[in-house]
């Protein structure tokens, strides 16, 4: 498997990624690049068309259950393709309903993906990243060093991965239980744009996955040159973990903001490309006792994203072995949500979901990186391991 560089400043074209047997894996390839493969099987270039509906609407592996595909055409595919899934190494489901997969990859690279359901929909988090490099004080994932990007074909392969296990093929027209994707598994997805982009744009393609750009949010912690790339080239829905209201502080939890600051991030915010009242952007709060959670720290939060249509998600602190901090307590998150309320922003407090099986926002540290002696079995958490 070929891993996609860590720059981002400049498009890069990857070769199409090659399974173990040595066939070329074709998920995750865009509508040119399986065009130009079977063309240069001999093939017309509608066949891509079948193929990436078979994929996409019908979650097809087997090319001989193709049925509108000629038999020898189907064996041929079968010798030079793959549509392959990584293995899933461990299934763990909360009481909540909350599932996460811990996915390996053909090098042997672990990461973390989490659906959380609602009465008629889900949303799936998805990781971009093995590891991560942005060491926020408060998240456990960037406890964990960086190894590597993820491939399209390895961030596509997290959606359908969730779409097998929830019974999804094809989708339903209402009532999906994955209906929503979140960029904000682990990893700083505009780190790996060019990857996060190309898998995106597989996933909203109308004639496969067709899960609507606006049902799709990625989240950065302050990446402040990509941030207008993103809204131009994808035009998701973008969240920013914003977490404080100073330079000092923020610096401190999310390093990051030294290199690009309070000032700059709210620019890139203002000028996100569609933002309306209808379009806002998020911006997600973690809760610290004692840290970030003061009266004072709301009034500031205010004048700070001034100007900017904008929601504001109140995350209770999710605790991890060592974590250096605590979540604030019911009275002060009310608090603070009451100020931002009366200003006139809409401040959801999430509440948190899987927290037995370290699920929840925060909590995403493939399990090949854990040290032992901090893993909690729950006796209310289900384990599935394959």
């Not at 990446?223 to 330079?247: F, Q, W, Y």
């Amino acid at each position: 498997m070929i891993a996609a560089p860590i720059v981002t400043s400049e498009k890069i074209q990857l070769p199409p990624p090659v399974h173990a047997d040595g066939r070329i894996d074709i998920v995750g390839l865009s509508r040119e690049a399986l065009t130009a493969e079977l063309v240069a099987l001999g093939e017309k270039p509608f066949r891509a068309r079948q193929l990436w509906q078979w994929m996409y609407v019908r979650g097809v592996r087997d090319f001989d259950l193709m049925t509108d595909v000629a038999k020898g055409l189907r064996a041929k595919l079968a010798e030079r393709f793959v549509i392959a899934r990584p293995e899933v190494s461990r299934h763990q489901q909360s009481v909540d309903g909350t599932q996460k997969w811990l996915i390996r990859f053909a090098d042997g690279q672990e990461v973390e993906c989490v659906h959380i359901p609602e009465e008629d929909r889900g949303a799936l988090c998805v990781s971009s990243q093995v590891g991560c490099t942005l060491t926020c004080k408060f998240c456990h994932t960037g406890t964990q060093r960086l190894v590597r990007n993820l491939t399209p074909q390895e961030i596509v392969a997290q959606v359908m991965l969730a779409r097998d296990a929830l019974g999804e093929w094809p989708a339903p027209e209402g009532g999906r239980l994955l209906s929503n994707i979140v960029m904000m598994g682990m990893g700083e997805p505009l780190f790996n744009f060019d990857a996060v982009s190309a898998a995106l744009k597989i996933v909203m393609d109308p004639e496969g996955i067709a899960i609507s750009r606006r049902k799709i949010t990625l989240s950065t912690s302050g990446v402040v040159p990509m941030i207008k790339r993103c809204g131009d080239e994808l035009g998701v829905m973008l969240a920013v973990s914003l977490h404080a209201v100073t330079n000092e502080l923020r610096d401190e939890l999310v390093p990051i903001n030294r290199k690009y600051p309070l000032d700059q991030l709210m620019a890139a915010c203002r000028d996100y490309p569609g933002l309306s009242n209808a379009r806002r952007i998020t911006f997600e709060y973690v809760m610290l006792k004692g840290v970030n959670d003061s009266p004072a720290d709301a009034r500031a939060l205010v004048r700070l994203i001034a100007g900017v249509h904008a929601k504001i998600n109140l995350i209770p602190f999710n605790p991890w072995p060592g974590a250096p901090f605590e979540c604030s307590d019911d009275a002060a998150i009310d608090r603070f949500a009451q100020i931002l309320l009366a200003a006139g922003y809409p401040t959801p407090i999430r509440t948190p979901r899987g927290r037995d099986i370290s699920a929840a926002c925060g909590q995403l540290k493939s399990a090949s990186e854990r040290v032992r002696r901090f893993r909690s079995a729950a006796p209310a958490a289900e384990d599935v391991s394959t």
